[in-house]
Structure formats: structure tokens, C-alpha cells
């Protein structure tokens, strides 16, 4: 019973452990036209629930009209959110004019 037990708590600990980044990706118009991007990093509290600093795709595409948003959590905003257990979770915008 006790080595069943553990078995099920190091196998659901490994499966939380490498759960994979994501990656939102959303075209305005015709999507990316010349390639240019620009970068900003979204800021969170509570596992993305408090948001404290969010970049603005609008604002950061300028007088673009055709552009590509892309929202990503990659292995380094995860690694923050796992070292500070979700207090802290970052995010990273990209826009590609």
C-alpha cells in the first residue's frame, strides 16, 4: 500500500514537472509582412490570475494593420513560475509586423 502510494505521488510530481510551454499565436490581416518584431514581457501574481504589467498588441504594432501576435510561456517563464510556485508568472508577447 505505502510503495503504491509513493509510486503515485513521484509519478503525478515528474508528470507536473514537465508539463510543456505554450504558444498563442493570432494573425491581424494578412498575418506578418516584413518580419520585424518587437518583444515585451507580461508580468502576473497567483499562477496568471492578478495581472500586474500586460504589454498591448495594438500599441506595440503601431500603424501596422497586418501583423502576427504571438503570447508565449517559454521554459524560462516557467522555470520562474516553478522556483517562485506560482507567486510570480511571466509571459512573453511578440509582435511580427
Known sequence: M?????TIVLFLGVLFS???CYTYTMKVGKGSQ???EYSKKNHY????LAPISTS???EMA??????????KHSFIDGL????TFGIYTPTTTTVRK
Not at 2 to 6: D, E, G, I, R, T
Open 56 to 58: 498591448n498588441a495594438k
Open 80 to 83: 520562474i513560475n516553478a522556483i
Open 62 to 71: 503601431g500603424d501596422a494593420q497586418d501583423y502576427e501576435v504571438t503570447v
Open 2 to 6: 505505502k510503495k503504491s502510494f509513493l
Open 45 to 48: 501574481l497567483i499562477y496568471g
Open 34 to 36: 516584413t518580419g520585424i
Open 18 to 20: 514537465i508539463s510543456s
